[in-house]
């Protein structure tokens, strides 16, 4: 039996829900990027000779760092659109810089290097599709 594939139907997802997800997929993979991490031999030993201090500040601020993109998946769903695509803006470009910060540091795991990638893919979705927030019409 062949599907015609002219019949197949294809919904308009509302760009809250681009957003929401985008910001869902990014916060998987800060998570797997830093349990990978956190398994790593090198990265034990920097933190167990201190050369990577992890304490109540360091923590956190990664707590914060962390919880902005949590409470943006929400907030992408429930925010009014005017200030939704600004804050949407404002927050991808802020991650963006975080990012750009993040790969200065020179960092040679394939891993790595590919989780950075992918958010940085993401990042520049979000950013566009807040950008281009459809019009309503009327």
Same mark, same amino acid.
């Given at each position: 039996? *062949?599907i ?6 294809? /919904? #308009? ?11 869902v @997929?990014l916060?998987?993979?800060y /998570? =797997?990027?830093?349990?990978?991490g956190? &398994?790593?031999?090198?990265q034990?030993e #920097?933190?167990l000779s201190g050369?990577?201090?992890?304490? +109540? ?7 914060? !760092?962390?919880a902005?993109?949590? &409470?943006?998946? &929400?907030l992408s769903?429930s !925010?009014?659109a #005017?200030?939704? *695509?600004?804050?949407?803006i404002?927050v991808?470009?802020a991650?963006?810089?975080? /990012?750009?910060?993040?790969m !200065?540091v020179?960092?040679t795991w @394939? =891993?790595y290097v590919f =989780? ?5 893919v ?6 566009? =599709?807040?950008? #281009?927030?459809?019009? +309503?019409?009327?």
């Amino acid at each position: 039996m *062949r599907i015609d594939e002219s019949m197949l139907e294809d /919904l #308009k997802i509302n760009v809250k829900f681009k957003l929401s997800a985008l910001w869902v @997929a990014l916060m998987f993979l800060y /998570l =797997y990027n830093d349990v990978f991490g956190s &398994f790593r031999q090198d990265q034990v030993e #920097k933190v167990l000779s201190g050369e990577i201090g992890l304490n +109540q500040v360091s923590l956190f601020g990664a707590a914060i !760092l962390m919880a902005i993109p949590i &409470f943006m998946i &929400f907030l992408s769903l429930s !925010l009014p659109a #005017k200030v939704n *695509r600004r804050v949407n803006i404002i927050v991808g470009i802020a991650y963006a810089v975080v /990012l750009v910060l993040v790969m !200065l540091v020179p960092e040679t795991w @394939a =891993y790595y290097v590919f =989780y950075e990638i992918l958010e940085a893919v993401c990042i520049t979705l979000i950013i566009r =599709y807040a950008w #281009k927030w459809p019009k +309503q019409e009327g």
